[in-house]
């Protein structure tokens, strides 16, 4: 039991494929729906409109403060008492997509508030609506200033991944267990499982690495451009 038996992977290559695909799946989903959420929470947090502002603030700090299992719970548990019938997929995967969105609310919530306010005030002017000012002048701004936060709660988006094992979501540490159960290898499953996550977090990771290095080449520069002075043409000299 002390020693790595990778010939496990071959035995039940079928249940880690599974559960390796189905991670990928709820990972991309709650990638995308976590990132819209996120940013529409954010602008809501710096709304003049106190209604908006107060459903912002209120979402984001609530979720921050309670932990993934119970997000998860509410759907899996919760709603089926009201009637509202949920499998463990649908359940982590919502759960995972309300909590990752708290943490990019305040992510991008961040980087609108470093965007300097004339901006969105020139954008006004210009006859663009408060949030067509959003999206098209402030948001990509801000989302390049906090890539790299945003890049690290995906990161943590899959690695969180494995919440759905405890309400069955067929994911990979769900399969993981199953395998664990048949063979009483936990050391080899585990390694294993281990494997896949990195093959999942390793290239996000150099991924934001990259983008961050990309964009903070590009600002430099865009500065060192800005603040070379222009070059003006000599005037007649005047000889003696």
Do not use: C
Not at 192 to 220: K, N
Request: hydrophobic content about 50%; glycine content about 8%; cysteine-free.
């Amino acid at each position: 039991m002390g020693k790595l038996d990778f010939s496990i992977l071959i035995k039940h290559s079928d249940r880690f494929l599974e559960g390796f695909l189905n991670t990928i799946q709820v990972s991309i989903m709650a990638l995308i729906g976590s990132f819209i959420l996120g940013a529409i929470m954010a602008i809501f947090r710096i709304s003049p409109i106190k209604p908006l502002n107060w459903i912002g603030t209120a979402f984001v700090e609530f979720i921050r403060n309670i932990p993934l299992l119970l997000v998860v719970f509410f759907f899996y548990l919760g709603l089926p008492a009201m009637g509202i019938s949920l499998d463990g997929f649908i359940s982590g995967t919502l759960g995972l997509t309300i909590y990752t969105a708290a943490f990019i609310a305040e992510a991008i919530r961040a980087g609108i508030q470093t965007v300097p306010r004339g901006q969105l005030e020139a954008a006004r002017s210009s006859g663009l609506s408060y949030v067509q000012a959003m999206n098209l002048v402030i948001l990509p701004q801000a989302i390049k200033i906090v890539l790299p936060s945003i890049g690290n709660q995906f990161i943590n988006l899959v690695k969180n991944s494995s919440i759905l094992a405890v309400v069955a979501g067929m994911d990979l540490m769900y399969f993981a267990d199953l395998i664990n159960s048949d063979t009483f290898l936990p050391l080899s499953v585990y390694t294993i499982v281990a494997l896949f996550y990195l093959v999942l977090t390793l290239p996000l990771s150099f991924l934001v690495h990259y983008m961050e290095r990309r964009f903070g080449q590009s600002d430099a520069d865009a500065s060192r451009t800005k603040g070379k002075p222009k070059k003006t043409k000599p005037t007649g000299q005047v000889t003696m």
